[in-house]
Every structure is written in structure tokens, then in C-alpha cells.
């Protein structure tokens, strides 16, 4: 049993949906942070029978938490301080998303021109809808897509 140590302060990203642990990873450029961060993928558990886990150590400075809610809003956020979870939460779909989602609309100038962010807008949080804010393209959050991505 592979068994990873406890953080002391930090957080723990949870019930990441299996394969999502990478994306995740790179969405909230954890590559570039002087953190310690454990990936821990195809974990056993009782509630979804597979997941991801990530675990990151230390101070949450450059983290941006928001985007999790467009990533997968299932998953569940735990901070830790002294080794013990202070806060549990469950991010929130966020009304606008940058970079995240990508315009299927190929006369989108999203699509034709360089340089431009893809933006959506929220349009239907009951079904995690959004809508490009350019052409009204629709898009699903990206927890349906985020192995495929």
C-alpha cells in the first residue's frame, strides 16, 4: 500500500475525477510554484471508486483556486494548518473562465486570430453551460472532457 506523508500546511485536491490530476496540475501551473506537490493517480475510494488526488506543500501564495470550479466543481478542496484540515469546500462553477475552455466555432476569431483569449461566460450553472463571449458558442465545463483534454 503506497501510503504519502501528512502535510503540515498546504492543500489537498480531492475526488478528482481519474486522469484529471495532470490538467489540474498544469491549469494551476504548479510547475512554476517553489512547492512540494504530490500527484497521486487511479487512487481506490469508497465514494467514486477510482480517483485522483493531488496533495501540495506549503504557502498557497500564486495559487488560484478559482479556476478548480470550471476544472471539475466535484472535487473537493482541504486546508491543512498543523497538520489538520481547517476548511473543506467544494468550488463553485465561476461566471467567466479564461484559457480554459476552448471555442469549437471555427469562424470564431478565437479561432483565426492569435493572441486572443478564449473567454466564456456561465449561462446555465444547473448544467455547467458556457458560452463564448465572442460568438455565443456553447461549451460544457470541462469535468466531462478534462481526459480528453
Known amino acids: 500500500m503506497l501510503n504519502i506523508g501528512v502535510l503540515n500546511q498546504g492543500i489537498v485536491i480531492d475526488h478528482i475525477k481519474v486522469g484529471g490530476a ?3 496540475y498544469t491549469y ?6 517553489d512547492v512540494s506537490v504530490a500527484i497521486i493517480k487511479n487512487a481506490r475510494s469508497n465514494k467514486m471508486g477510482r480517483k485522483d488526488i493531488i496533495k501540495i506543500e506549503g504557502t498557497l501564495n500564486g495559487i488560484n483556486l ?5 476544472l471539475d466543481h ?3 478542496i ?4 498543523n497538520g489538520e484540515i481547517i476548511e473543506k469546500k467544494n468550488p463553485k462553477l465561476p461566471v467567466y473562465v479564461d484559457n ?3 471555442c469549437k466555432n471555427p469562424r470564431c476569431i478565437t479561432s483565426v ?3 486572443i483569449s478564449q473567454s466564456f461566460k456561465l449561462t446555465n450553472k444547473e448544467k455547467g453551460t458556457y458560452r463564448c463571449v465572442y460568438c455565443e458558442q456553447s461549451s460544457k465545463s470541462v469535468p466531462d ?3 480528453k483534454m
Not at 28 to 33: G, P, R, S, T, V
Request: aromatic share 0%; proline share 0%; hydrophobic share 50%.
Open 22 to 24: 495532470m490538467k489540474i
Open 28 to 33: 494551476l501551473n504548479l510547475e512554476n510554484i
Open 66 to 70: 478559482d479556476i478548480l470550479g470550471a
Open 74 to 76: 466535484k472535487i473537493t
Open 78 to 81: 482541504n486546508i491543512i494548518e
Open 100 to 102: 480554459v475552455l476552448i
Open 113 to 115: 486570430e492569435n493572441g
Open 145 to 147: 472532457t478534462i481526459t
